[in-house]
């Protein structure tokens, strides 16, 4: 059976961390928004140059150019069988899209809670290992805002499939969470 699955936490929480572990153990692609940004920044697109300074400021990316990246690689054969998406949708205009769009049956939803103050010493940890442009202190804190503003509605937005996790502990520590989780779901 197609496992779609969706990954919704704050900043820091350990999305992408945990994304990358999940979808190697159920063989489905890990789409990241975040990912496909930065690469697009990196690699100078129209979309890239549109995406640089909004992501820098710790602001959503506006959901039109958002929304048709994630269309255009869900309908990429490798999607067809599952995937596990991660940053998107990141409020419920873009959930409402996923609705309307061909592979929209989103099975379960894992939400990785931490604390806040957990979040930004692990964001800031990555700024000294990584150089993001958006996990300055000033940043991470509009980042966690908009995350309370935009994204925590979708908890309600999903209410029946979501599976609350507790992200705090070390990496192998969530993931074991996460599967046991998914297992029972
Ligand atoms: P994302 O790339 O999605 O970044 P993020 O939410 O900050 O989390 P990320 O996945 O990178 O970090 P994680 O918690 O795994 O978005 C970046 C920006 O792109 C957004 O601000 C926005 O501008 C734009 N964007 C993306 N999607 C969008 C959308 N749909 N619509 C509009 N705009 C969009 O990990 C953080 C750190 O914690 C890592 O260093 C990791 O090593 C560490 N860590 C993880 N788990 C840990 C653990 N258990 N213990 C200790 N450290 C841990």
């Known amino acids: 059976m197609a496992r779609r699955i969706l990954l ?6 350990g ?29 100078g697109t129209d979309l890239g140059k549109q995406a ?12 039109e150019l958002v929304v048709a990246i994630v269309d255009e690689r869900l309908s990429e054969d490798d999607a067809h069988c599952g995937y596990l998406l991660d940053g998107f949708p990141r409020n419920v205009a873009q959930a409402e899209a996923l609705n309307d769009s061909v592979v929209n049956a989103i099975g379960t939803v894992v939400l990785i809670s931490v604390d806040t103050e957990e979040a930004v010493a692990r964001l800031m940890h990555r ?10 202190e000033e940043t991470i804190r509009r980042r966690l805002e908009v995350y309370s503003a935009e994204t925590a509605p979708l908890v309600d937005f999903y209410a029946s ?10 990496v192998d520590a969530v993931f074991s969470r996460i599967m046991i989780a998914l297992a029972k779901s």
């Open 52 to 63: 640089e300074s909004v992501m820098a400021s710790g602001e959503l990316v506006s959901d």
């Open 8 to 13: 919704l936490g704050p900043p820091g929480a």
């Open 161 to 170: 499939a979501v599976l609350d996790v507790d992200g705090m502990g070390s």
């Open 15 to 43: 999305k992408g961390t945990q994304a990358t572990l999940i979808a190697n153990a159920l063989h489905v692609p890990h789409i990241s928004t975040g990912d496909m940004l930065r690469a697009a920044v990196a690699a």
């Open 127 to 136: 700024a000294d290992e990584e150089g993001r442009a958006d996990d300055n």
